[in-house]
Structures are given as structure tokens and as C-alpha cells.
């Protein structure tokens, strides 16, 4: 069944939203050591504030998933392009790393919150038989902004202070994030396009799913894994006396490898279905943890990100698709969100304690185990997951 046009307006609108928010999430590992010596703190402190910044975008994805389900996705995500505006100017200005915490780590967070969810759920019920290239697509301007924004910000820095830096990335984030927030657009109803029925299961319904439940678990579980390496992997190429170019640049790696994943996988999982790719996926991710841990330079810490990003790129543009297979159109984005808000604690904790144990240890092997071992659990759940299928409606 063919789509109305607008629906791949709305899909490059949504990777242009996501680009911006998620280069602006990731560009904290260009900061991390302005941070650091700004306020003289040890990694475990600065870790706080990105995972302080995911676990708000994570916790409150579920109410601006709501929001959109209610009122549409434009003007939920315009306002929260302001509000990350406003956090990235406020850090600009701030005089101590709790004031940081509160203006990136609050109000950063509650700005991508209000864009994520809102943007990439909307994206799912304007097609059918595409729906996971459609998908693809659309994440990957998670991918893009990691490989671009991050690199932008790290020349910006050699040319001027921080808060410069950070004050030009804000008037970034309205100029570009504000134009494609406006052109997101709700998807008509069938009668007149041919688009799937908004059918289903109502939020509530959908919690109380076996399906649903192992879907949670998994998402908990992977969640440390799947946000560690961008607090920490640009820190440990410093460690091995990599320059601060490339160090940054391994994000845009990881980026550059979610890129491929987003489009690949897209693309194969509509063939060879979903979750079971969403499977092997999670297998993966925890696998290209061996490259990190035996890294000795620059080439197995470059072949590590591209590995990893690829896989954490698959996962996260099949999460709002088995969303809508699972579960239905009814009240996708309030799903997607609250699927989302599992991920809150591994996205806080798990950097700050990497941090923490790095601080005590001096390396990060330990970490490391303990990330393959949560991988090798959120397979399982996913696999569980599968074989439950899709919720009766």
C-alpha cells in the first residue's frame, strides 16, 4: 500500500530533529574535559551530568510521548527545541558544576524529552509495508548528529572558550531544530489516505502484557551498555595518549557506525523480521565490548566505535517499530516512551559508575566485563520477548 508524500517529509523531518538533539546529547564528550578542568572535578562527577541529562530524557519520554498522542508532535517538539536552547545558554553561563548539573543535565534532558518520543513515534504510523525503512531512515539522524555535531563542536573549541562554543551551539539548536520541528505533521486518518488504522493497545493494556514486560527488562539491561562508550570511550583514548581530535572523533565513529546500522538494518529487518534481528543485535553489541577491552591504540578503539555504533544504531531504530508490530498505532508514542523511560537508570548510573570505578581501578576492564555480562542478559529477555509476539488487539 503506497504512503501520501508527506510522509517522507515527515521522516527527513524527524532525522533532522534527532540529529540536533543527539549531537547535542554527544557533544558532552567534547566538553568532558572543559568541564573537568573548569571546575576541577573528577570523572565521576562530570559523568553525572550526562547521565543526570539521559535519565531525564529517558524518565519523561512517556509524558511528552502523551503529549504528542494528544496535542501532535509539532508543537511539543518546538517547544522543546527551545528548552534546550535555553539549557545550553544557561550552562554557558554557570559558575559551578551543580549549576551545570540543573541547566544541562535538567533542562537539556527535558528538552530532548520532548522532542525524541514525540518525533520518531510519529514517524510509524504513516506507513505499512516500509514501516522499517521508514524507521531507519528517520533514527538515523541520531547517527548523523553523533558523527557531525560532536566534530563540529571540538574545531569550535580550538577556536574559542567553551562557553562561546556552547552559546553558538544553542543559536544552532533554534535556527535548525525549530525549522524541522515545524514541518512534523500527525498522520491523517485512513478514510482518506490508505494509511494503517489507528488499532491497538491503549497504554494501560500494553503494560500489562507479558510482551511488554520482557521488552522492559530488556531495555533496562542493555541500557548501561548502549551508553558508556560515549561518557567514557574518548576519556580512555586519552588514556592511551591519543590526541584530543581523535578522542572526540571516536564518537563520530560510533556515529558513523549507527549510521550504517539505521539504514542496513532497516532494510533487512523488514525481510527477515524484526525481532529477531533486534536479537542478534543485542548479541552484538555486547560482543564489540572484546575490541575496547583489548585496545592498545588507535586502530582497535576505531574498529571498537564503528562495531558498536553499528549495533547500538540497529537496536534503537527497531525499538519504535516492534513497538507499533507488538502493539499497535492507538497509543504508539506514549509506548515508545514509556519503553524508553527503562532505559532512565542505566543511562545515569552507568556512565557515573564506570567513571567511579575507573577512578578507584585506573582502567576500565572492570566495567567492561560487567557490560558484556548485561548484554548477554538483555538477549535473553529480548529473546523471550520474541517468542511471546505480538499482543493480541
Known amino acids: 500500500m503506497k504512503e501520501p508524500p508527506y510522509a517522507w517529509v515527515v521522516v527527513w523531518a524527524t532525522f533532522v530533529c534527532l540529529g540536533v538533539i543527539f549531537g547535542v546529547s554527544y557533544s558532552f564528550a567534547a566538553f568532558f574535559e572543559s568541564f573537568a578542568t573548569e571546575f576541577a572535578a573528577q570523572r565521576a562527577d562530570v559523568s553525572w551530568i550526562f547521565g543526570l541529562s539521559g535519565f531525564v530524557y529517558f524518565v519523561m519520554g512517556a509524558p511528552g510521548g502523551m503529549l504528542a498522542d494528544r496535542f501532535g508532535p509539532r508543537w511539543v517538539c518546538a517547544g522543546g527545541m527551545v528548552l534546550i ?200 553489541m555486547g560482543a564489540s565490548y572484546a575490541l575496547w577491552f583489548s585496545a592498545q591504540g588507535a586502530w582497535s578503539l576505531m574498529c571498537f566505535a564503528l562495531w558498536f555504533g553499528l549495533s547500538y544504531g540497529s537496536i534503537v531504530s527497531l525499538l519504535p517499530a516492534i513497538c507499533m508490530d507488538f502493539f499497535g498505532a492507538k497509543s504508539v508514542a506514549g509506548v515508545v516512551g514509556t519503553l524508553y523511560s527503562g532505559a532512565a537508570v542505566g543511562n545515569l548510573l552507568g556512565p557515573v559508575l564506570a567513571g567511579a570505578v575507573f577512578d578507584a581501578t585506573g582502567h576500565y576492564h572492570g566495567v567492561m566485563a560487567g557490560c558484556v555480562a548485561l548484554s548477554v542478559c538483555a538477549t535473553w529477555a529480548t529473546h523471550r520477548m520474541r517468542r511471546l509476539g505480538r499482543a493480541q488487539y
Do not use: K
Open 85 to 284: 536552547a535555553l539549557g545550553l545558554l544557561a550552562t554557558s553561563w554557570a559558575q559551578s558544576l551543580w549549576a551545570v548539573y540543573l541547566s544541562y543535565g535538567l533542562l537539556v534532558g527535558l528538552g530532548i524529552a520532548c522532542v525524541y518520543t514525540p518525533s520518531i513515534a510519529n514517524v510509524q504510523p504513516w506507513f505499512t509495508a516500509r514501516r522499517g525503512l521508514a524507521g531507519g531512515i528517520a533514527s538515523s539522524g541520531v547517527g548523523a548528529g553523533t558523527l557531525l555535531v560532536p566534530v563540529l563542536v571540538t574545531l569550535a573549541l580550538s577556536q574559542m572558550p567553551w562557553r562561546d562554543a556552547m552559546r553558538a551551539l544553542a543559536l544552532g539548536v533554534l535556527l535548525l531544530g525549530l525549522l524541522a520541528a515545524s514541518l512534523l505533521q500527525r498522520a491523517p486518518r485512513p478514510a482518506s489516505t490508505g494509511v494503517a488504522a489507528a488499532t491497538g493497545l491503549s497504554l494501560r493494556e500494553t503494560l500489562g502484557t507479558p510482551t511488554f514486560r520482557w521488552f522492559y527488562l530488556a531495555v533496562v539491561l542493555a541500557s548501561p551498555v548502549m551508553f558508556i562508550p560515549f561518557a567514557h570511550v574518548s576519556a580512555s583514548a586519552r588514556d592511551l595518549g591519543l590526541d584530543e581530535s581523535l578522542a572526540v572523533g571516536l564518537v563520530g565513529l560510533i556515529g558513523m557506525g549507527s549510521l550504517v546500522g539505521r539504514f542496513a538494518i532497516g532494510v533487512l529487518a523488514d525481510r527477515l523480521g524484526r525481532a529477531p534481528t533486534l536479537v542478534l543485535m543485542q548479541l552484538s
